[in-house]
């Protein structure tokens, strides 16, 4: 399903006027000179349960705008807008999403935008939850994404909730659903009607794989500057999330299984760590093949002793012919072998 996006538009003066007077205003001046540096201007409409949409205008240069001058952005999740939850139960169709968001504006703000043929994309996030039946399933598969390190991209662990995987092109998450939910939506829903017990019981073993879509792979894609939203379908864009998730699950089941072997360790310690760190872990363990566990600690201070050897084991190598690397306990999972929740 379809998630968070942002769109934009050119508009005019008036347009540009009236959203800015109902706006927060931020600006930066230079008083020495009396010049402005830049100005923001944003404001937001809330829907339900506490769920916003950002709204943005702006000098048109900013997107190459020049016939009217000024812009727009509308940046949320209609998902959050309607239901409050974004677990399931969601769009796919982009343009009735983002017709709906414009229409939002419209009778918001009391102004007339662009049609819709006159909007562009400029990130779109797709989101697919799965059923693991239970918490223990989907935390025990998380934890497997623990060693996961992926080629130019800044990757973030965090025990029993998440995997996330930053780029310029797209970013990736893998994470519990009901515990970011709970650190992050659950208070908006306690004085509302709503059924939270239930709703907790329903997502209680979702595992969400999301990956937000930035321009340049749209750009990539649709070969265009500016993507026009009535140009995008929802299948090039599951095309791209499926495309990026099979690039990561190749590497985690490269990352869980154990090597042995020098060019093996080597070659792992490389993908993991950076140049010097490599080297030093990569050297440590030849001097273990070579001298034998014993020998290396006693000629190695303790403190590095131990840290080499956790970073050894983390790293899934198996370092002697007496120390055995525990194999971890793993929930098995697939999720082009699942399906997804509707």
């Not at 930035?214 to 864009?237: C, P």
């Not at 990561?248 to 089941?253: F, I, S, T």
């Not at 310690?269 to 140049?275: D, G, H, I, R």
């Not at 014993?294 to 983390?314: A, Q």
């Amino acid at each position: 399903m379809i998630d968070t996006i942002k769109i934009y538009t050119e508009i005019n003066l008036d347009i540009y006027n009236k959203i800015k007077s109902m706006s927060i205003v931020k600006n930066s001046v230079d008083n020495n000179k009396a010049v402005l540096l830049y100005e923001i201007i944003n404001d937001h409409l809330e829907g339900s349960y506490d769920s916003r949409l950002s709204v943005r205008v702006g000098c048109g240069s900013k997107y190459g705008f020049v016939n009217l001058g000024y812009y727009i952005e509308i940046e949320g999740s209609y998902h959050k807008i309607i239901n409050g939850y974004n677990s399931h139960n969601g769009y796919c169709d982009l343009q009735f999403i983002a017709d709906n968001l414009i229409q939002m504006l419209e009778l918001s703000y009391g102004i007339e935008l662009p049609h819709l043929e006159n909007w562009f994309l400029q990130r779109c996030d797709i989101a697919i939850c799965y059923n693991l039946e239970n918490q223990q399933n989907v935390k025990s598969y998380i934890n497997s994404l623990s060693r996961c390190q992926y080629p130019r991209r800044n990757a973030k662990f965090y025990y029993d909730e998440s995997l996330y995987l930053s780029g310029t092109t797209t970013t990736l998450k893998i994470y519990n659903k009901m515990l970011e939910f709970k650190k992050h939506d659950l208070k908006k829903f306690v004085s509302k009607e709503f059924d939270l017990k239930n709703y907790l019981n329903i997502i209680q073993g979702f595992i969400r794989f999301e990956c937000e879509i930035k321009k340049k792979t749209l750009i990539k894609i649709y070969k265009e500057k500016h993507i026009k939203i009535i140009n995008v379908t929802y299948n090039d864009l599951k095309n791209i999330w499926s495309e990026e998730f099979m690039k990561l699950l190749k590497l985690v089941e490269s990352n869980l299984k154990i090597v042995r072997g020098r060019e093996e360790v080597k070659e792992r310690l490389n993908k993991l760590y950076k140049p010097s760190k490599a080297s030093r872990l990569y050297n440590f363990y030849c001097a273990i093949q070579l001298n034998g566990l014993i020998d290396t600690k006693e000629n190695t201070s303790k403190s590095v002793f131990y840290r080499n050897i956790e970073d050894l084991k983390n790293s899934n190598i198996d370092f002697s012919q007496s120390y055995k690397v525990e194999e971890m306990e793993l929930f098995y999972f697939n999720p082009f072998q699942f399906k997804e929740v509707a």
